[in-house]
């Protein structure tokens, strides 16, 4: 997906309401307009913030919406004179060698000539040849501009792949050596992992054992062994449990570990209500071990969502109720999970997690995540998408005492107001609804339209509706639902493969990744806590790294 106007514009006033004092410049007495550490500063919000988003998957349109216009680049232009290439197309040209690791500028020229459109959100109207490339990062860069630029390439790179988003290269995540002059706050690579280390030792002691097989006393395998089995699943795309359980066995430090049949017949024998039940007891252990921290009651701001498995390409006969579909209008099948998870400037953790089958009602649904999430967690406001506009629902919300802020499916009367506005070239409006419920009841609402930016359509498709119980103030608050799409990408990446039909082991192997993912962005949390004594929404821990802890923990290795 590429972005589009509104895209951008979404995210930069995110960032704007996120980081108060940006960009750094003569917001902050430590960098002025031609501060190297301010432009790093700068690079590192922009990139936290711009990979979230589901349409940004691109590192190249992350280089070219860069906001470089404030910055005063002549201080570190060692030419002083006029030349053909401006310092800031040239910093995202080398920006975009560094991001690639190529050694020689042939390898630019070469890919610049091969997408023109490329060059043209790069304002070229033509490629510099290599001599001119080389003069400018050897002569014309100073030697503290050239750092900057491979600072900045690693920085994206390092917050492009902690989003999911695929990358060229593996980002050195080795910090900068603390000498006699370095920032003694900032944490160097070993300090993180020690720390790590740590605390994830002790989170696995404190939520592994809300998981139970219940499967009596003087069992040769120990319990422990079928978790971290799925953990080392999760370790690795793609991984079923026949193949993984054959390496496991290579690997582990165990003397008897599970064979794959096995770890799924003591899985199949676990009701889908009993998953559960441990899941939310394993939320509640981590939830308490992050209670004492002030960042994690900034909580309050939860999402409602329904993300697919992959599609269902067997014979789903037996069960039609289970492989139900996907939200698309074609004619693929696939499990469908739902889930409740926290965003917003609170650490991401799911929840609860919900299998769909034919029949449930959004609403049961929706009310069966609530009672979860407010069981756990103090719920102020609820994001969902358009699929839950039902009037029943936001009326169940609102009986609750909780806001929320849903996109409205256009019906006849909201695309004559979208036409009427459009006519008049108004970009947004609001006003108040009642929604009928049945028997004289009625749910009031307000309904606001916005104009999508960069839209493909020239009608009444240009505007959005979205329904809110707190007015159109609280719009802005929507944009936390693209943490909930950026999360599915990680926690699918933590499921084990398999192609059984059984809707409890589907759904076990879903509900494990989503702890899998809640134990590593609670780790991170208690890491950065520890070490900088804040927390940043971007993870300073990697998932991968906090897998490969886990596993540790439970005997592998």
């Known amino acids: 997906m590429v972005a589009t106007r509104e895209s951008r514009r979404s995210v930069f006033r995110r960032i704007a309401h996120q980081h108060i004092e940006w960009p750094a410049y003569d917001s902050t007495p430590l960098y002025d307009r031609s501060s190297l550490g301010g432009l790093e500063s700068d690079v590192r919000v922009v990139s936290s913030v711009w990979f979230t988003h589901p349409n940004h998957n691109s590192l190249e349109q992350c280089v070219c919406e860069l906001p470089l216009a404030y910055f005063r680049f002549e201080a570190h232009d060692c030419y002083g004179r006029s030349t053909r290439y401006e310092m800031d197309t040239l910093f995202r040209m080398f920006l975009l060698k560094e991001l690639h690791g190529w050694q020689h500028e042939t390898s630019l020229v070469e890919y610049l000539d091969s997408h023109p459109e490329l060059c043209e959100r790069l304002e070229l109207e033509t490629v510099p040849d290599q001599s001119t490339l080389w003069r400018g990062w050897n002569e014309r860069f100073t030697r503290d501009f050239r750092e900057t630029i491979q600072e900045a390439a690693r920085t994206i790179l390092i917050k492009a792949q902690n989003a999911g988003v695929a990358v060229p290269r593996d980002p050195e995540r080795n910090l900068p050596d603390q000498g006699d002059d370095a920032d003694e706050s900032v944490p160097n690579d070993q300090a993180i992992l020690d720390k790590a280390e740590r605390v994830t030792d002790h989170i696995s002691r404190v939520v592994y054992p809300a998981f139970s097989l219940d499967r009596g006393e003087g069992c040769e395998i120990p319990e422990n062994a079928y978790w971290g089995l799925q953990t080392y699943l999760g370790l690795r795309e793609n991984l079923a449990a026949n193949e993984g359980a054959r390496s496991f066995i290579h690997e582990s430090t165990r003397d008897r570990t599970p064979l794959g049949h096995g770890h799924r017949d003591q899985i199949r024998d676990l009701p889908i209500n009993q998953i559960r039940e441990m899941y939310r007891q394993a939320l509640r252990q981590l939830i308490n071990e992050l209670a004492g921290t002030e960042e ?72 069966d995540l609530l009672d979860s999430a407010e069981d756990l967690v103090h719920v102020d406001n609820v994001l969902m998408d358009r699929e839950f506009d039902s009037q029943h629902i936001l009326e169940m919300i609102s009986q609750r005492g909780l806001s929320y802020v849903v996109p409205k499916r256009m019906q006849t009367s909201e695309k004559a107001q979208a036409k009427r506005l459009l006519q008049r070239d108004q970009d947004r409006y609001e006003t108040d609804r009642k929604l009928h419920l049945g028997k004289n009841e009625w749910h009031e609402t307000t309904l606001i339209y916005r104009r999508k930016e960069d839209s493909e359509h020239d009608d009444h498709r240009q505007y959005s509706v979205f329904m809110s119980n707190r007015g159109g103030g609280f719009l802005s608050e929507y944009g936390y639902r693209w943490e909930i799409e950026s999360g599915y990408r990680s926690i699918k990446r933590f499921m084990a493969a398999t192609t059984s039909t059984d809707f409890g082991l589907r759904f076990f192997y879903f509900a494990f990744a989503c702890l899998l993912y809640s134990i590593w962005r609670a780790v991170d949390l208690l890491v950065q806590v520890e070490l900088t004594g804040e927390y940043e929404h971007a993870p300073i821990v990697t998932a991968d790294n906090t897998l490969t802890l886990l596993k540790k923990e439970t005997g592998i290795g």
């Open 296 to 367: 994690f009651f900034r909580a309050g701001i939860v999402a409602i969502d329904i993300t697919e498995d992959d599609p269902f390409t067997g014979d789903r006969t037996g069960h039609e109720d289970e492989i139900i579909g996907t939200k698309e209008k074609n004619d693929e099948y696939a499990y469908q999970w739902a889930t409740v998870q926290l965003v917003g400037n609170a650490v991401p953790l799911v929840l609860d997690a919900h299998p769909v089958r034919r029949g449930e009602s959004r609403k049961e649904i929706v009310k």
